[in-house]
């Protein structure tokens, strides 16, 4: 796995402590630093906030729902949540030893 790859699940944790004036901050420090795109709504191109950082891109009518969009897309991208691909945690019950070794 690369540093990329790294990077977004920690920046995903740290908007979580932060209120919305703090993560859009944090939101234009990661565009600059990864070189991404955090564009506001442009008459002659949209009327939408769009968002691409770290691969993935979202967009809205506001700059929160655009931030909302991204980083809902983003928690399926890394799947903090611990859940596996068919949507369940699996528990393993521990490994015990039967028998001489």
């Known amino acids: 796995m690369d540093v990329l790859h790294h990077r977004l699940p920690a920046f995903l944790m740290n908007l979580e402590c932060l209120d919305v004036q703090g993560q859009q901050d944090a939101f234009v420090n990661e565009v600059m630093e990864t070189f991404g795109r955090f564009d506001p709504p442009a008459g002659d191109r949209t009327h939408q906030w769009e ?3 770290h691969g993935i891109s979202a967009n809205g009518a506001t700059i ?3 931030m909302a969009i991204w980083k809902r897309s983003a928690r399926q991208t890394c ?3 611990g859940s596996e691909d068919d949507g369940f945690i699996t528990a393993h019950p521990a490994l015990k ?4 070794a």
């Open 97 to 100: 030893q039967i028998g001489a």
């Open 51 to 53: 968002v691409e950082l």
């Open 64 to 66: 929160e729902e655009a």
């Open 79 to 81: 799947k903090l949540d």
